[in-house]
T-cell receptor, first 115, second 113 residues
Framework: AQSVTQLDSHVSVSEGTPVLLRCNYSSSYSPSLFWYVQHPNKGLQLLLKYTSAATLVKGINGFEAEFKKSETSFHLTKPSAHMSDAAEYFCVVSEGPGGYNKLIFGAGTRLAVHP | ETGVTQTPRHLVMGMTNKKSLKCEQHLGHNAMYWYKQSAKKPLELMFVYSLEERVENNSVPSRFSPECPNSSHLFLHLHTLQPEDSALYLC????????????FGPGTRLTVT
């Protein structure tokens, strides 16, 4: 069975400094991985996705993630945080084969950005 | 209207009430989903519909009853809920039930008193 572990429940950074949100996954075959973001009182928005193409994936708003099979990781990064990046971020793995494509969500990491 | 919309955005109901949550997608998708988001817990998939047929019922109590009259609309009928059912209920849609990318609505914040 697939699972996702987000290693930090809260991350706090200063505006203009790098962001690193960590995610490890468990999968019995080649997974598809995603990062979603949820701003307060909003639904989830897809930031980026990895589906077995390039291991470095670029998403919206300057975010990137690198798929590292040897480390079973899919960490999310951004070189310079902006105040508008403050939100909750979810790492997600797709369960794949079966009756439908089921998304397994991590518990979330809340990112705070300070001036 | 664009994307996925949900109404109402907030709902307070007593344990004996009957209410319904509504979701509408304007993306031409064929699959729709209900998720429950509780504090400090990962998102839980509740139901999946593909072309108006239920594909998955993820061990959800019968006090939650979904309805999908067409591929653009999804309802969640609520009856005799418990306080622990208080949560954010999110609707999502995707091109089909095998698509990776799901588009989410803003959610309905439900409080059961």
């Amino acid at each position: 069975a697939q699972s996702v572990t987000q290693l930090d429940s809260h991350v706090s950074v200063s505006e203009g400094t790098p962001v690193l949100l960590r995610c490890n996954y468990s999968s019995s075959y080649s997974p598809s991985l995603f990062w979603y973001v949820q701003h307060p009182n909003k639904g989830l928005q897809l930031l980026l996705k990895y589906t077995s193409a390039a291991t470095l994936v670029k998403g919206i708003n300057g975010f990137e993630a690198e798929f590292k099979k040897s480390e079973t990781s899919f960490h999310l990064t951004k070189p310079s945080a902006h105040m508008s990046d403050a939100a909750e971020y979810f790492c997600v793995v797709s369960e794949g084969p079966g009756g439908y494509n089921k998304l397994i969500f991590g518990a979330g990491t809340r990112l705070a950005v300070h001036p | 209207e664009t994307g996925v919309t949900q109404t109402p955005r907030h709902l307070v109901m007593g344990m004996t009430n009957k209410k319904s949550l509504k979701c509408e997608q304007h993306l031409g998708h064929n699959a729709m989903y209900w998720y429950k988001q509780s504090a400090k817990k990962p998102l839980e998939l509740m139901f999946v519909y593909s072309l108006e047929e239920r594909v998955e019922n993820n061990s959800v109590p019968s006090r939650f009853s979904p309805e999908c009259p067409n591929s653009s609309h999804l309802f969640l009928h609520l009856h005799t809920l418990q306080p622990e059912d208080s949560a954010l209920y999110l609707c999502a849609s995707s091109q089909d039930h095998m698509s990776y990318e799901q588009y989410f609505g803003p959610g309905t914040r439900l409080t059961v008193t």
